[in-house]
């Protein structure tokens, strides 16, 4: 998707900067043309010569590089650029851009630019929590630029917390996102899905835990289905070792029941659909020890009490034009029990999943499904591959959004 395109980068000081020259490789090797535009204090982090070395091009940092009476067009710059991209942006030079203090080359391309422009911040946690950081990305997006949110993880500090760059990886996946045709023509764009994935864990003490087997592979397949068709996917993700690279997957990590719940009670009012897919712990330790429990040689006896119902919490809430989604994994009296807990919920439709079909349920790459209605009509389907499955649940999703295509939320 990025053969051909014409890509002004730019980079600025930060730690971050390093990433910079891995993102570049990947656009070149797209087949995508790249200028590299560098501040003074991204000179500091990462050398002129390495970004040219991988561009092909010179890199360009002052207005007037040579000394010889020529200068760098920042208008040029803007006018040949199909997309503008800032990756790593620093809390400085965002503040520059929603101030239009033009003292670099960098900055007045920015102003100059005719093309979309996507913003990949880099910095320390508490300057990203920063009000004014957090007022300027804001003034920023609503100018119409993209941010492409920062990750969580260990940073340059030390600390632990969001300001992470994202990788260049995901990077150029949302430019292709951005330039694909296609990706304008998908059935579901426009619409916004909540999607539950994986297990709960529910502490016994600080190493112990109760859960099941659940691998999250079902619902993250579900997750690029609806990505892939253009919806916009808010995943509230029990603990899993999957990871999730498509652009318009939100991912909100979670590890129990209560903290699961909490995260849909945010974001299925913003939803169109959501799918109930996460296999939640029924119960958990009424009290969970702050200290590990020591062995002892003697029985150990747990007290459980209910989790939260997060499924029939969700269907309480469900609002009309809303389509909510569960799924049901029996051992017996299958159809009924399934029909049974649909109707409970408020359910628009059931996915049953059976533990006596082999090579479906838990940890599998398969599964075998049959989708039930609110007039308990039943369709079947064959063993396939879990990608394949999400296909036909999908599927079924966009069909009964189709009906309701008229209501928003």
């Known amino acids: 998707m990025l053969k051909g395109k014409k890509i002004v980068l730019g980079v600025t000081g930060s730690i971050a900067a390093y990433k910079a020259a891995v993102l570049l490789r990947l656009l070149v090797k797209q087949g995508a043309e790249v200028q590299v535009l560098i501040t003074s204090a991204g000179k500091e982090f990462i050398t002129p010569v390495t970004l040219s070395a991988l561009s092909g091009k010179p890199v360009l940092g002052d207005f007037f590089e040579n000394r010889d009476g020529t200068w760098n067009s920042h208008v040029d710059l803007g006018l040949w650029a199909d997309v503008m991209l800032i990756a790593p942006a620093t809390a400085n030079t965002m503040g520059k851009m929603v101030m239009g203090i033009c003292d670099n080359l960098l900055v007045t391309t920015y102003l100059s630019a005719r093309c979309p422009v996507f913003i990949a911040p880099a910095m320390d946690l508490d300057m990203f929590q920063h009000p004014s950081t957090l007022r300027n990305m804001e003034t920023l997006k609503s100018w119409g630029c993209e941010i492409i949110e920062p990750t969580t993880g260990e940073l340059a500090s030390g600390l632990l917390g969001k300001g992470r760059m994202e990788e260049p990886e995901a990077i150029v996946a949302r430019l292709e996102a951005f330039f694909s045709d296609a990706e304008k023509k998908k059935p579901l764009k426009g619409k916004r899905v909540m999607l539950t994935a994986g297990p709960t864990f529910e502490a016994i003490d600080p190493v112990r835990f109760i859960g099941n087997y659940s691998s999250g592979k079902m619902g993250f397949a579900i997750a690029e289905a609806l990505a892939e068709r253009g919806a916009q996917v808010d995943l509230m993700a029990g603990p899993v070792h999957i990871t999730t690279t498509h652009p318009l997957i939100n991912r909100v990590d979670v590890t129990s029941a209560c903290e699961m719940l909490e995260a849909c009670i945010k974001y299925f009012p913003l939803s169109h659909a959501a799918i109930m897919s996460a296999a939640v712990s029924d119960y958990k330790p009424e009290h969970a020890h702050e200290l590990k429990i020591k062995r002892s040689g003697e029985p150990l006896a747990l007290n459980l009490v209910p989790n939260p119902d997060i499924a029939r919490e969700i269907g309480l809430m469900k ?91």
């Open 319 to 409: 609002q009309p034009g809303q389509v909510l989604a569960g799924f049901a994994l029996e051992t017996n009296n299958e159809e009924a029990n399934a029909y049974k807990k649909l109707k409970s919920k408020n359910l628009d439709f059931i996915v049953l999943n059976s533990l006596a079909v082999q090579g479906a349920g838990f940890m599998a790459d398969t599964n075998q499904i049959s989708i039930i209605n609110r007039e308990n009509k039943i369709e079947h389907y064959p063993l396939k591959s879990k990608a394949e499955v999400a296909e036909d649940i999908v599927d079924y999703l966009e069909a009964l959004l189709k009906k309701g295509e008229t209501v928003t939320v």
